[in-house]
C-alpha cells in the first residue's frame, strides 16, 4: 500500500515563488503525477516525473527524488489563477492502482 | 472531441434506492477508472477498466459495480445507497494505464438522505 502525504494548506503571495511537498510510501513505484483542481472542478494534469531530476514545463517545475519518496511542485511567478488545490498521485508497478494524496489547497493573496 | 462526459451532474438519493452513473469518453481510451472524492481524504479508485469486457477493483469497491461492454462507456452502479456513499463522483480514462495521463470528467455530486 501507500501513505501520500502533503501540506494541508499553503498561502503564497502574487508573483512569488511556492514549492508544494509530497512524501510517498511504495512498494513498487511506477511514476508520480501532479495534478491541478480549482474549487467544484476536475483534476487537469500538471506534470509527470518516473525518473529523479526537475521536469519543467512553464512557470511549473516537479522534482523527483526515488531514494528519498519525495517530489516538489514548484510554481513560479505566481497568479491569482493559481489558487486552486495541488494533488500529488503515485503509481505502483504490480497493481494498476494510483494513489491520490489529500492535497493541498493553494491561496494566492495580492 | 467531447473528451470525458458523465451524468448527471448532481443526484439526490434516498437510502437503500440505487441507480447508475453514466461515465462516456470519445478518446478510444482503454483505460477507464472511476473515483469517489472527499473532504480532506483525497480522490480513492472504485473501480477500474482496461479494457471493454475487463473490470477489476480499486481500493473502495464496496457497495458499487462496474461494467464496460464498450470502450466508450464505464458506468458506476449503485446497488443500496447509503449515506456514506454521499461524495463527488469522478470518471477518468487514459490511452493506457502505466504512465499515461488521466483525463477526469467534470464530477457527479451524489447526495444520499
Known amino acids: 500500500g501507500q501513505n501520500i502525504d502533503q501540506p494541508t494548506e499553503m498561502t503564497a503571495t502574487e508573483g512569488a515563488i511556492v514549492q508544494i511537498n509530497c512524501t510517498y510510501q511504495?512498494?513498487?513505484?511506477?511514476?508520480l503525477f501532479w495534478y491541478q483542481q480549482h474549487a467544484g472542478e476536475a483534476p487537469t494534469f500538471l506534470s509527470y516525473?518516473?525518473?529523479?531530476g526537475l521536469e519543467e514545463k512553464g512557470r511549473f517545475s516537479s522534482f523527483l527524488s526515488r531514494s528519498k519518496g519525495y517530489s516538489y511542485l514548484l510554481l513560479k511567478e505566481l497568479q491569482m489563477k493559481d489558487s486552486a488545490s495541488y494533488l500529488c498521485?503515485?503509481?505502483?508497478?504490480?497493481?494498476?492502482?494510483?494513489?491520490f494524496g489529500a492535497g493541498t489547497r493553494l491561496t494566492v493573496k495580492p | 472531441n467531447a473528451g470525458v462526459t458523465q451524468t448527471p451532474k448532481f443526484q439526490v438519493l434516498k437510502t437503500g434506492q440505487s441507480m447508475t452513473l453514466q461515465c462516456a469518453q470519445d478518446?478510444?481510451?482503454?483505460?477507464m477508472s472511476w473515483y469517489r472524492q472527499d473532504p480532506g481524504m483525497g480522490l480513492r479508485l472504485i473501480h477500474y477498466?482496461?479494457?471493454?469486457?475487463?473490470?477489476d477493483q480499486g481500493e473502495v469497491p464496496n457497495g458499487y459495480n462496474v461494467s464496460r461492454s464498450t470502450t466508450e462507456d464505464f458506468p458506476l452502479r449503485l446497488l443500496s445507497a447509503a449515506p456514506s456513499q454521499t461524495s463527488v463522483y469522478f470518471c477518468?480514462?487514459?490511452?493506457?494505464?502505466?504512465?499515461?495521463?488521466?483525463?477526469f470528467g467534470p464530477g457527479t455530486r451524489l447526495t444520499v438522505l
Open positions: 477518468a480514462s487514459s490511452y493506457g494505464q502505466g504512465t499515461d495521463t488521466q483525463y
Open positions: 511504495t512498494s513498487g513505484f511506477n511514476g
Open positions: 516525473n518516473v525518473l529523479d
Open positions: 498521485a503515485v503509481r505502483e508497478w504490480d497493481n494498476n492502482d494510483m494513489r
Open positions: 478518446m478510444n481510451h482503454e483505460y
Open positions: 477498466s482496461v479494457g471493454a469486457g475487463i473490470t
